[in-house]
């Protein structure tokens, strides 16, 4: 068999933006959608940059250390945002979840082991009270 003659196909790359044109993903070759319909085409060739472009066609990868998108469509093309585009999404990020200390949570453990405690000595209060009533209302 003569591989010399053989043509190569070529692998057609497709993006997928939101709603603000931000690439959220890239597929082409071997994870070609079968549904395009959301998907624009950008590119075709040959080579692993087409083949498996979420990971060689966009330098540096779709998303930042902070996961916030670094490229976008701009007039059918990608282009890679400007800091101030990914500074604003940065700030639009709910703050994260405050997680107390060590010794916050030893705090409030001993505070809720003190209520606790006071419960039930309300509570054993409460039973002897009744108990006591019983005693009266009973032994008339």
Known sequence: MNFDNMEIPKSKV????DENNR???CEGGYTTPENL????????????????CQSHYFEGG??????????KLA??????????EMEADKAAL???EV??????LAEENKRLKAQIAANVDRQEFLE?????????????
């Open 14 to 17: 497709y993006i997928k933006t």
């Open 23 to 25: 690439i959220i993903r």
């Open 37 to 52: 319909e959301d998907w624009t085409y950008i590119d075709e060739g040959t080579g692993d940059k087409y083949n498996l």
């Open 62 to 71: 779709l998303y930042d250390v902070d996961g916030i998108l670094r490229y």
């Open 75 to 84: 007039d059918g093309v990608p282009v890679l945002r400007s800091d101030a």
């Open 94 to 96: 709910p703050a994260p």
């Open 99 to 104: 997680i107390p200390s060590t010794k916050e």
């Open 128 to 140: 002897d009270c009744i108990a006591e009533m019983a005693s009266q209302v009973y032994s008339v």
